[in-house]
């Protein structure tokens, strides 16, 4: 019995372990990498906020501005946690 094979209806952008089985891994980033990474979040669920704010959506506003906050403090552990080599 022949069985074809379909395409998934959606295909992801960017590899994502997750949304296919056998899609590349995700490599492990730095402590520098994730600290920037973690602190660029909080900048996108802060402006998200604003946004949100601006188009008179409160709920939405509280939400994002208050997950900001989280983003910073991990990015705050991560680097007590990791103590960062000077940059040359």
């Not at 209806?9 to 600290?35: C, F, K, Q, T």
């Amino acid at each position: 019995m022949f069985i074809a094979i379909a395409r998934p209806a959606v295909e992801p952008r960017d590899p994502d372990a997750v949304a296919v089985p056998g899609s590349p891994a995700i490599p492990v980033l730095s402590p520098r990498a994730l600290h920037a990474r973690l602190l660029d979040n909080a900048a996108q669920r802060r402006r998200r906020g604003l946004e949100r704010l601006a188009c008179g959506r409160r709920d939405d506003a509280d939400y994002w501005l208050g997950a900001a906050p989280v983003a910073v403090r991990r990015a705050c552990s991560l680097r007590e946690e990791r103590s960062f080599a000077p940059l040359p």
